[in-house]
């Protein structure tokens, strides 16, 4: 974050920390071209900054604290779409085949697919399904029928969630079950 305003401010002919003020600030941000996310995060660097020149004295106010955020603008995330979900697959049969790859990746080429399933059909984030155990599937009772769900806590939140699991097709073989789950 300096070093970007320090090669803005010598561009605009700023050659003092002590002569920006709110409006170079403003000027400065301006030249971003950040996400909104990224954006916000930057104001917070360049506000920290300055915080730590004024406990220094190297300028009298922190004309940083005036910046205003840019509203936050969410996209919805959306599912992947079914051609998305084949490439990722694909891709997913491959992690073995890559340089630097070692360890359980390329001793168990099936490992990449077996966590793309887990978090296509519990939808839990990556964190949550890297400790997957599927001694922990249990079947309960629902509307009269049984489900298999599975219950875990949340690394990220810490919130208890139960992830229905769809019905298990009867396959020829484990890995007709494996193409028959990735393809839908």
């Known amino acids: 974050m300096a070093t970007r305003l320090a090669g803005w401010a010598k561009q605009v002919g700023i050659q003092y920390l002590s002569e920006l003020n709110l409006t170079s600030l403003n000027e400065w941000v301006q030249t971003w071209e950040y996400a909104t996310t990224t954006h916000r995060s930057r104001i917070d660097l360049a506000r920290q900054f300055f915080k730590f020149a004024l406990a220094h004295k190297w300028v009298t106010e922190n004309p940083a604290k005036g910046l205003i955020k840019p509203t936050e603008s969410f996209e919805p995330t959306l599912p ?105």
């Open 80 to 184: 992947f779409t079914p051609e998305e979900e084949q490439k990722i697959f694909a891709a997913a049969t491959h992690f073995g085949e890559r340089r630097h790859f070692d360890g359980i990746w390329s001793a168990n080429p099936e490992t990449g697919r077996a966590l793309l399933l887990v978090m296509r059909w519990t939808g839990l984030r990556a964190s949550d399904s890297v400790l997957f155990e599927p001694r922990d599937i249990k079947s309960v009772t629902v509307d009269g029928r049984n489900v298999a769900v599975y219950g875990t806590y949340q690394m990220k939140t810490g919130e208890y969630v139960m992830c229905p699991l769809p019905p298990q097709r009867t396959p020829k073989s484990s890995r007709q079950t494996w193409r028959a789950r990735a393809s839908t």
